[in-house]
């Protein structure tokens, strides 16, 4: 038998032109949580029914975080006939039935595999078992997948990412039942390029860390902190928007070690159009974290309709102005200082003239029309574009406000 000639036929059988998934989902940017920042592989049964009591107890179901997602290490083996099973210990009630409690409280449940024979923990993996997998999620009630790309071999012998993405989602939408699918290859072979014919996010760089401004090394791969992620998103929001996003990893927010550190992080994710999934433990939250994540208008602000990622407007070496259209001609503003001192920072709406998305065809004129602030951190009216905008900002913290056409 060829073997190479039989696996390239099979490649392109799997990788169709036309889409596969369900595109009525993620019209705005998923909302939920993960267990992977906080918890990484010490996950149980009991944990998440916890953490799904206490998402809709603080208030953070009914703010729109709804998907409850287990990462890593939730699995079993294979069953004799291939049917991937939960690790029996952790999970003594099953998937299904834990599916069922997340449903019961308005939640959704979202599960996690792997592109390649074993997922990054060690667990099997659902090469080779794409629609077999995809099938038991749908009898679970399993509404979102993330899927990952570890044990997809090296150089030449790699798996084609095209390939294995548009097999799962293939093999979800044969499932009948409509899923997000995440797609976790870390950026590595541009799916901002192409994933939208297969899945609804895609993560645009590796995996975050609780850290300001670090990147880490891990052997063969790198963990990074806030603002080298977000640094690598602005030149890629040309291909963001409904259906469709850049996902510059889970949120760190409550596992920073600054209240201001924590509150920048949400204010550029909700910026940049990102999913807004919480990484930390629910149950044991502050109230300060948890007024970040529920905050209504930062909320409104990444689940604008138009979707449209922030670009930065203003940018010194200190500070950044980064500016997002919004429907009906809002924008919202981000005043960030990056440095761990304090800084002073004036915004003479007069002397910049406008405000230009040249991307999106979106502008804003100063000299032709005033607009009203508003505070979004706090709902208080902060004046109008009539006169500069002055404000201290403090260490790494991020002041962020919504213009209204007058």
Not at 14 to 28: C, E, I, R, S, V
Not at 63 to 90: F, K, M, P
Not at 177 to 204: F, K, Q
Request: glycine share 10%; aromatic share 10%; charged share 20%.
């Amino acid at each position: 038998m060829n073997r190479p000639l039989v696996f390239a036929l099979l490649v392109a059988l799997a990788a169709p032109a036309a889409a596969q998934k369900f595109d009525a989902l993620a019209q705005t940017p998923p909302m939920g949580w993960n267990s992977w920042n906080h918890y990484g592989c010490n996950i149980d049964d009991a944990l998440i029914r916890r953490t799904a009591d206490a998402l809709v107890a603080s208030g953070l179901r009914d703010a729109g975080y709804t998907y409850v997602n287990l990462d890593d290490c939730w699995h079993g083996e294979r069953d004799a006939n291939g049917n991937i099973q939960a690790d029996s210990e952790r999970f003594p009630s099953g998937m299904k039935a834990l599916g069922d409690y997340l449903h019961a409280r308005g939640l959704k449940f979202g599960i996690y595999s792997d592109a390649g024979a074993t997922t990054c923990a060690g667990r099997p993996g659902s090469q080779g078992h794409e629609f077999q997998d995809a099938a038991q999620y749908a009898r679970w009630g399993v509404d979102y997948v993330k899927y990952d790309w570890c044990a997809t071999g090296t150089g030449e012998a790699q798996r084609n990412p095209r390939e294995a993405y548009a097999t799962m989602s293939r093999a979800i939408a044969a499932a009948g039942r409509p899923m997000v699918l995440s797609i976790c290859e870390w950026g590595e072979n541009d799916p901002w390029l192409w994933g939208r014919a297969y899945g609804h996010l895609w993560r645009t760089t590796g995996d975050i860390i609780n850290c300001w401004d670090c990147t880490i090394g891990h052997g063969n791969w790198i963990s990074s902190g806030v603002l080298p992620i977000l640094d690598k998103q602005e030149a890629l929001r040309a291909h963001s928007g409904p259906g469709g996003w850049n996902d510059p990893d889970m949120m760190e927010v409550g596992n920073l070690p600054t209240l201001a550190e924590n509150r920048s992080h949400f204010a550029l994710w909700a910026m940049l159009s990102a999913p807004l999934i919480i990484g930390t433990d629910v149950p044991g939250m502050s109230s300060d974290i948890r007024a970040i994540l529920a905050n209504p208008r930062l909320i409104a602000i990444d689940q604008d309709p138009l979707g449209i990622a922030a670009f930065r407007w203003i940018a010194t070496p200190e500070v950044e102005v980064w500016a997002k259209p919004l429907a009906d001609g809002n924008w919202a503003i981000a005043l960030l200082n990056r440095t761990a001192q304090p800084r002073d920072f004036t915004i003479d709406w007069a002397r910049h003239g406008e405000l230009k998305d040249d991307l999106k065809g979106r502008r804003a004129d100063f000299a032709q029309a005033r607009f009203a602030l508003t505070d979004a951190w706090t709902g208080r009216a902060a004046g109008t574009t009539a006169a500069p905008l002055v404000r201290a900002i403090g260490p790494r913290d991020t002041h962020v406000f919504t213009l209204t056409p007058l």
